[in-house]
């Protein structure tokens, strides 16, 4: 099957999907989410690089060319790297308003806020805001990874405006 005949189908089948009620994947996703939280504020590159498949593709709104498997890992470690050198303290927040599940598949849309503190007494903390579309997949060892990430910038009236959906990530 070619990758666009793939995506068709794919695409279809997640369409045909409801959207609207909690599916028994929901606990296991939403803990993709906690799991990366919890790697960013450690500054663990490799910890939220294993959030994402090995063929994962991160498009993100800087010019660069979408970040993908090995490039992508270490990407991540190098910065988290950075970050944790220069004593930066960084806390990601998720709220996902849709969830559409078809088999191993699930397709997310929703928004990210990210607080960057640098260090220091008395630093501000810089936040960004971020509208994204994530699709995971169940992988044959039974866990959920990150297959494709899409995001783009987003203000905060966005993230305050996200409607809550009942089993998916929201954090306040």
Same mark, same amino acid.
């Given at each position: 099957?070619?990758?666009?005949?793939?995506?068709? /189908?794919? +695409?279809?089948?997640?369409?045909?999907?409801?959207?609207?009620?909690?599916? %028994? /994947?929901?606990?296991?996703?939403?803990?993709?989410?906690?799991?990366?939280? #919890?790697?960013? #504020?450690?500054?663990?590159?490799?910890?939220?690089?294993?959030?994402? #498949?090995?063929?994962?593709?991160?498009?993100?709104?800087?010019?660069?060319? %979408?970040? =993908?498997?090995?490039?992508?890992?270490?990407?991540?470690?190098?910065?988290? !790297?950075? &970050?944790? /050198?220069?004593?930066? *303290?960084?806390?990601?927040?998720? =709220?996902?308003?849709?969830?559409?599940?078809?088999?191993?598949?699930?397709?997310?849309? +929703?928004?990210?806020? &990210?607080?960057?503190?640098?260090? !220091? /007494? +008395?630093? *501000? %903390? &810089?936040? *960004?805001?971020?509208?994204?579309?994530?699709?995971? *997949? =169940?992988?044959?060892?039974? =866990?959920?990874?990150?297959?494709?990430?899409?995001?783009? %910038?987003?203000?905060?009236?966005?993230?305050? +405006?996200?409607?809550?959906? #009942?089993?998916?990530?929201?954090?306040?």
């Amino acid at each position: 099957m070619t990758a666009y005949r793939f995506a068709l /189908a794919l +695409g279809a089948a997640l369409l045909a999907a409801s959207a609207s009620a909690a599916t %028994p /994947a929901d606990e296991a996703v939403n803990r993709v989410y906690e799991g990366i939280a #919890a790697a960013v #504020a450690a500054n663990d590159g490799a910890g939220v690089a294993d959030s994402f #498949a090995a063929d994962a593709i991160v498009l993100d709104p800087r010019p660069a060319p %979408p970040a =993908r498997g090995e490039a992508f890992r270490a990407a991540m470690a190098s910065m988290a !790297g950075r &970050m944790k /050198a220069d004593g930066v *303290q960084v806390r990601s927040d998720y =709220r996902i308003e849709t969830r559409t599940a078809s088999g191993d598949f699930v397709v997310d849309t +929703g928004y990210r806020r &990210m607080t960057i503190t640098p260090p !220091g /007494a +008395g630093a *501000q %903390p &810089m936040v *960004q805001y971020h509208k994204f579309l994530v699709v995971a *997949q =169940r992988r044959p060892d039974g =866990r959920w990874k990150i297959l494709r990430d899409a995001s783009l %910038p987003a203000g905060e009236a966005a993230w305050n +405006g996200a409607v809550r959906a #009942a089993g998916l990530k929201y954090d306040s």
